[in-house]
């Protein structure tokens, strides 16, 4: 199959190339056909050859005629160049993030990235003898509720999980959100840039005590009573965000549309309603620790009485409010144990310090994926101001990531961070405490 396909491309190019050598104009399906020897009315075949180069090695636009062009500029050597899976597995959970966040009305189309993303993978799967790809959205959405590495290119990815799929209860996946391109979601990159843009300001005016608090604020307190919230704009430490808080927190009624509203357990959301009229968090994770932990539920509002609730941004929640609970969970387990530990230290360069005494200090960052990332692996800083800088994550990602194992591959090229699970960091913790007390 890899070569009947890279041969229909590689003709395909070089007609392309022929045409555009003597045309300004792009040629129509028909007029190609003719390049490339075929009866016009085998049309439809060349289309499906096309829609598997589009994003890749040409492009055109829907609906406008003599439209198509030439990605790239050489076809030397070109045909049985890879296509990236990781770049593909990038672009389709950028999609996916981006066609959940549309309306119903506008899910009809499909959003460019996830578009491309298909292509890619249409292509990659037949270039590598495997025709099991997607190739419209339903098909795609099946697909996606099924894990990664049962699509075979997704199995030389290292650190995959075989757990992780893009879709997970109905909803987009941690580990979609983790692959998503950054930037092409406008909406949520506007909702994550008020954080970004708060971070900016704090360094710059070098308010850490109010970005601390503004931190705790939207990770325990996702949701606020209008009055609790007025206080809280109104307070000393609050006060220099204000703009920033009324950008953050929006009205729960306009938020979500409901005659009661449920909020997650763990962590305090206003839950989503699925379409069996059953209620769920926006947050698998949450879901199944909830579940786990046995929380009880948090008591419902009406729709009168959400009329005077606060509730931050989805992207807020996302990335503020999600990853917040992990960092403060783990600086709550260590100070019980009587160590001290000052989060988000130096208006946030790292998540957790925690100071044992003068010469034993560890600077923590705490990641919750659902699959070790190399790349941003590497990018963390090794300290030279503390004794230990540990990538922390929580125990409950242990049978997904497998640190226990894959630090010994990794740790000797991360420049002495070391890699822990939340356990392992207790666990080092009480060994000092009990030297230290000894």
Request: charged share 30%; proline share 5%; aromatic share 10%.
């Amino acid at each position: 199959m890899k070569a009947k396909v890279t041969k229909h491309r590689d003709k395909i190019l070089a007609a392309l190339h022929e045409w555009f050598r003597v045309h300004k104009e792009a040629p129509t399906l028909e007029e190609l056909c003719v390049e490339l020897g075929m009866q016009p009315r085998q049309r439809a075949t060349l289309q499906r050859w096309l829609q598997s180069m589009r994003g890749i090695d040409v492009e055109w636009d829907d609906n406008v005629g003599r439209s198509l062009r030439l990605i790239h500029g050489d076809v030397e050597d070109d045909a049985f160049r890879q296509v990236s899976v990781t770049e593909t597995l990038q672009y389709l959970a950028t999609g996916l993030i981006e066609w959940e966040k549309r309306k119903p009305l506008e899910r009809s189309s499909i959003p460019e990235s996830l578009r491309v993303g298909m292509s890619r993978m249409y292509l990659t799967s037949l270039l590598s003898g495997d025709e099991e790809a997607p190739a419209n959205l339903p098909e795609f959405f099946e697909w996606a509720k099924k894990p990664v590495v049962e699509w075979k290119p997704a199995t030389d990815i290292k650190n995959l999980s075989p757990q992780v799929s893009f879709v997970e209860d109905g909803t987009v996946s941690l580990f979609a959100l983790q692959w998503q391109v950054t930037g092409t979601d406008v909406e949520m990159q506007v909702q994550e840039k008020v954080l970004e843009d708060v971070l900016r300001y704090c360094r710059e005016n070098q308010l850490d005590g109010a970005y601390r608090v503004f931190r705790k604020l939207i990770i325990e307190n996702p949701v606020l009573p209008y009055p609790e919230f007025r206080r809280m704009t109104s307070s000393s430490q609050l006060r220099p965000l204000r703009d920033f808080l009324l950008q953050v927190y929006v009205d729960l009624v306009e938020f979500a549309s409901e005659d009661v509203y449920h909020f997650c357990p763990r962590c305090k959301y206003v839950m989503r309603r699925r379409p069996d009229n059953s209620f769920s968090c926006r947050n698998m994770t949450c879901e199944q620790l909830s579940a786990e932990d046995k929380l009880p539920p948090l008591t419902s509002l009406s729709k009168d009485d959400a009329a005077n609730v606060k509730v931050v941004t989805a992207g807020v929640h996302r990335y503020g409010t999600l990853p917040g609970l992990w960092e403060i969970k783990l600086a709550e387990d260590l100070m019980q144990m009587g160590v001290r530990v000052t989060l988000w230290p130096y208006i946030d360069e790292f998540d957790l310090l925690v100071e044992f005494s003068k010469k034993v200090r560890w600077a923590i960052d705490v990641k919750d994926w659902s699959y070790l990332d190399e790349e941003r692996l590497r990018a963390v800083d090794y300290r030279l101001d503390v004794s230990q800088t540990f990538v922390a994550f929580p125990s409950e990602r242990e049978s997904v990531l497998r640190v226990a194992v894959e630090r010994q591959r990794l740790e000797p090229e991360l420049n002495g961070v070391r890699l822990k699970l939340f356990k392992e960091v207790i666990s080092e913790a009480r060994e000092i405490l009990e030297k230290r007390n000894a």
